[in-house]
């Protein structure tokens, strides 16, 4: 069964430095797709960013990149200049495309130090 | 504006009884799917459906049921044998042709009186 890591509860930046949001991921599959999504205290899920299997680039979204290393399973959220609004809870998510199955990691919370 | 409405935002349920929540989208999406989401266990998949009149568990589907009899709704039902169901719950969705993200609705938040 697929599986999605993310092994840091919590974190902390000071603002304006840069963090890195680990993400490992458990799967036999190929074809697959990645997405970080950040949840804010009203709770609405907002994607930040996504990365096709198939795609050997790292994807970048502005301040926010990914490291991805499909034959580790690894798939790590940068996020560089820190901003205030950037405090939430942040999970990885994996989706396959043989069945649509789409599930989550258990999360981490980002705090940003003024 | 397409999205996906959950109502009711907040809900209370008395232990013993059965209750539904409901998840409607106009997004024309197939697939659709429940996460529960408890502190530090982050989403956990309960159903999802791919198409009309199919669905399949998730990782805890126990204590849960849905159905899916027309494309735009999929509710949940927490029947009396969910022994912990205080959570809350989000519906989502996805265009299964597309690489899109999935799109999700705002949430319930079940409580037990």
């Known amino acids: 069964a697929q599986t999605v890591t993310q092994s840091q509860p919590e974190m902390s930046v000071q603002e304006a430095e840069t963090v890195t949001l680990s993400c490992t991921y458990d799967?036999?599959?190929?074809?697959?797709?990645l997405f970080w999504y950040k949840q804010p205290p009203s709770r609405q899920m907002i994607l930040v960013i996504r990365q096709e299997a198939y795609k050997q680039q790292n994807a970048t979204e502005n301040r926010f990149s990914v490291n991805f290393q499909k034959a580790a399973k690894s798939f790590s959220l940068k996020i560089s200049d820190s901003q205030l609004g950037d405090a939430a809870m942040y999970f990885c998510?994996?989706?396959?495309?043989?069945?649509?199955?789409?599930?989550f990691g258990k999360g981490t919370r980002l705090h940003i130090l003024p | 504006d397409g999205g996906i409405t959950q109502s009711p935002k907040y809900l209370f349920r008395k232990e013993g009884q059965n209750v539904t929540l409901s998840c409607e989208q106009n997004l024309n999406h197939d697939a659709m799917y429940w996460y529960r989401q408890d502190p530090g266990q982050g989403l956990r998949l309960i159903y999802y459906s791919q198409i009309v009149n199919d669905f399949q568990k998730g990782d805890i589907a126990e204590g849960y049921s849905v159905s899916r009899e027309k494309k735009e709704s999929f509710p949940l039902t927490v029947t009396s044998a969910q022994k912990n169901p205080t959570a809350f719950y989000l519906c989502a969705s996805i265009d299964r042709n597309s690489n899109q993200p999935q799109h999700f609705g705002d949430g319930t938040r079940l409580s037990i009186l």
């Open positions: 998510a994996y989706r396959t495309n043989r069945d649509d199955k789409i599930i």
């Open positions: 799967t036999s599959e190929s074809d697959y797709y």
